[in-house]
T-cell receptor
Framework: RKEVEQDPGPFNVPEGATVAFNCTYSNSASQSFFWYRQDCRKEPKLLMSVYSSGNEDGRFTAQLNRASQYISLLIRDSKLSDSATYLC????????????FGTGTLLAVQP | DAMVIQNPRYQVTQFGKPVTLSCSQTLNHNVMYWYQQKSSQAPKLLFH???????NEADTPDNFQSRRPNTSFCFLDIRSPGLGDAAMYLC???????????????FGPGTRLLVL
């Protein structure tokens, strides 16, 4: 079983739509959670951190359910520029402090 | 201004010919990472330096080595590239505080390696 699992998509949605991505992680000792965005042939860039209380940044809302080991990202009012791969990322604590990436979910927003 | 710089952006090498990829940073971060990302796959951590301490991932092949001569620079050496080593190689940096708290990782633009 992969440490971080995501639906690879693609999710094809029209402009203005609301779209949700889900992610599950296997290691209950995971301490921090993130969504990264990666454009084609570019590096990953931090979109937002994910907190248990849920957090919102403009059109983006992230949720974490530690009991279910589940993370979500909601994008409202999709823009063409939101088209990218969204990577679910988990960080372990302790001495390693390394990031574990999901394979990403591809979003294509269409006019 | 670029904070994590990788050179070259594209590298073509021949099967078995050693190649070195470089990464530099202007953030003065104490941790530097090398990831390998193949098409449609997740970035996979190869190793990282915490200051001068080298930390290899258990499944990183011996063919991959790294050097960090100073805080700002880190190199990835592939001793004998195979066709399966063609990938995007991403360098990232972060700061880990005294209590082990790790800040955000910043990625460089990557070097795309092609092995002929």
């Amino acid at each position: 079983r992969k440490e971080v699992e995501q639906d690879p998509g693609p999710f094809n949605v029209p402009e203005g739509a609301t779209v949700a991505f889900n992610c599950t992680y296997s290691n209950s000792a995971s301490q921090s959670f993130f969504w990264y965005r990666q454009d084609c042939r570019k590096e990953p860039k931090l979109l937002m951190s994910v907190y248990s209380s849920g957090n919102e940044d403009g059109r983006f809302t992230a949720q974490l359910n530690r009991a279910s080991q589940y993370i979500s990202l909601l994008i409202r009012d999709s823009k063409l520029s939101d088209s990218a791969t969204y990577l679910c990322v988990v960080r372990y604590g302790g001495a390693t402090n390394k990031l574990i990436f999901g394979t990403g979910t591809l979003l294509a927003v269409q006019p | 201004d670029a904070m994590v710089i990788q050179n070259p952006r594209y590298q073509v090498t021949q099967f078995g010919k050693p190649v070195t990829l470089s990464c530099s940073q202007t953030l003065n971060h104490n941790v530097m990472y090398w990831y390998q990302q193949k098409s449609s796959q997740a970035p996979k951590l190869l190793f990282h330096y915490y200051d001068k301490d080298f930390n290899n991932e258990a499944d990183t092949p011996d063919n991959f080595q790294s050097r960090r001569p100073n805080t700002s620079f880190c190199f990835l050496d592939i001793r004998s590239p195979g066709l399966g080593d063609a990938a995007m190689y991403l360098c990232a940096t972060s700061r880990v505080g005294d209590r082990g708290y790790q800040e955000t990782q910043y990625f460089g633009p990557g070097t795309r390696l092609l092995v002929l």
